[in-house]
């Protein structure tokens, strides 16, 4: 039998605190410090045991500790009565987290005051989730989310504005699940890039994407595409019948665009399909079972259908576990300038060219609304690299509309240039003159007299604006 007593003598319950991941100090109910093991010491990188029978107030004044507020955590406690918690930096750079404990004797007043220290730094890192108090430790989680992000985004995705930042975290934590996402926006901001963006970050990144256009099915095809349908099943089949798109999906992610325009008789196919998670092609006499994630988008309000009975309510509610609404590109001015660089050097690498943007240009793509979003920047941006003949694309070459002015009104645009220095605004119309002359005669001579100019100075300033 052993000798050993069952219980733990004092000195050793502070050999195994000093075991400990986590600091600790004790104080009386004054503040003043009792005992702090060596965790702490290593944590906050000096020796606790130098502050034993001094006020635990000394550290933060004399240790470069940084408090997130004027007073100290013992006041707070000690006035308030309750634990307090809050992240405070040491030297070391490093977020910690220290919550501070009162101790109360029979008589309900505080004997001792116990403080726990916690590498925040080290828990983030771990995922684990710890209640924040503080603006250093939002900005910490906000700087390594954004972190994650760019390193998640590949370099064919574009985005500098906030609300896009947001939209893509959001994507990226469901991204691991598999419940459905309603993709939301106008036309041309890039659901299907986003679709696409939460397919390659879940875990069925090595399995098929699919991506479906409604839009461009004929209601006729709808159910042979989207179903499938067996060897035989009518006339004109596939003598060996045909996977429908959904079962290609199967492991993958279905990314159903235009889903608004799914004929209500496909609807109910398609939600029983989702619910069942087995497909029945057309003719087949046994189901087949599938698995895969739903994505869907529409720049459609999808509940005034439901109201309409045009859309399904309980198909609605079965797709849009999630939604993400992607702003449209006018509310996303950051992001203009670096799309219209990344579609220039794109296009310039097509067609062997050397074209860049002027001022002028990146002013007015600034301030135009972009109806048509990002595809209609993207489409502008290849006009102009095939269509410019000089490596400098100028603000004339714009169509029209970026102006806001009429077409037999050339003095109209100036109105609507508050951004241009006079200089350039004097340049955007002279240009805008000599083209229109030079596009009305049958020579230059005749343009100079139509302009009230010499013909040489006419063929200099064609020289200088590339005309």
């Avoid at 906050?44 to 635990?56: K, L, P, W």
């Avoid at 045909?242 to 209500?264: M, V």
């Avoid at 046994?286 to 739903?294: C, G, K």
């Avoid at 102006?403 to 002279?430: C, F, I, M, N, Q």
Wanted: glycine share 6%; with cysteine.
């Amino acid at each position: 039998m052993s000798s050993k007593s069952p219980y733990i003598r004092m000195r050793d319950v502070s050999r195994v605190y000093d075991e400990l991941n986590i600091g600790i100090i004790i104080t009386n109910g004054e503040g003043v410090i009792i005992w702090g093991n060596r965790y702490y010491s290593k944590l906050a990188q000096f020796d606790i045991r130098t502050y034993f029978g001094r006020n635990v107030r000394e550290i933060s004044q004399r240790e470069d500790v940084a408090l997130p507020t004027e007073s100290y955590i013992i006041d707070t406690v000690l006035r308030t009565r309750q634990s307090q918690t809050e992240v405070v930096r040491y030297r070391t750079t490093d977020y910690v987290l220290t919550t501070a404990i009162p101790i109360f004797n029979e008589n309900k007043e505080i004997d001792f005051v116990i403080y726990s220290i916690t590498n925040y730094s080290e828990l983030m890192n771990l995922q684990e989730a710890v209640s924040r108090s503080t603006m250093q430790a939002l900005a910490l989680e906000t700087h390594l989310r954004n972190i994650q992000i760019h390193q998640n985004i590949g370099k064919d995705i574009i985005i500098s504005d906030k609300q896009m930042f947001n939209i893509y975290g959001k994507a990226l934590r469901l991204a691991s699940t598999s419940v459905s996402v309603m993709l939301t926006g106008e036309s041309g901001t890039g659901k299907d890039v986003l679709a696409k963006f939460i397919h390659q970050s879940s875990q069925r990144k090595d399995e098929n994407f699919i991506h479906v256009n409604m839009a461009t099915i004929p209601p006729a095809l709808f159910e042979s595409e989207l179903f499938g349908y067996a060897p035989g099943s009518f006339t004109g089949a596939a003598k060996n019948g045909k996977d429908g798109l959904i079962q290609l999906a199967n492991r993958g992610t279905l990314f159903l665009d235009e889903i608004g325009e799914l004929p209500l008789d496909i609807q109910a196919k398609l939600l029983q399909v989702i619910q069942n998670k087995e497909i029945r092609a057309i003719g087949a006499l046994e189901a087949t079972p599938v698995d895969f994630r739903i994505i869907c988008a529409t720049n459609r309000d999808l509940l005034q259908m439901v109201k309409d009975h045009e859309f399904r309510l309980d198909l609605y509610y079965r797709l849009n576990t999630i939604e993400l609404s992607l702003p449209p590109l006018r509310e996303r001015p950051t992001d203009i300038p670096l799309l219209a660089t990344f579609f220039l050097n794109h296009y310039n690498r097509l067609n062997n060219c050397k074209k860049h943007l002027s001022s002028d240009v990146l002013r007015l793509f600034s301030r135009y609304c972009w109806p048509g979003n990002v595809r209609e920047l993207q489409h502008l941006i290849e006009s102009l690299v095939v269509l410019c003949p000089t490596d400098t694309i100028t603000a004339d070459q714009l169509p029209e509309e970026f102006y806001g002015s009429r077409p037999d009104d050339p003095l109209a645009s100036l109105g609507s240039l508050e951004t241009l220095t006079l200089k350039e605004s004097v340049e955007l119309l002279e240009k805008k003159l000599i083209r229109a002359a030079l596009e009305s005669t049958s020579s230059a001579a005749q343009a100079a007299g139509k302009l009230g100019i010499d013909p040489s100075t006419l063929s200099k300033k064609r020289k200088r604006y590339g005309l």
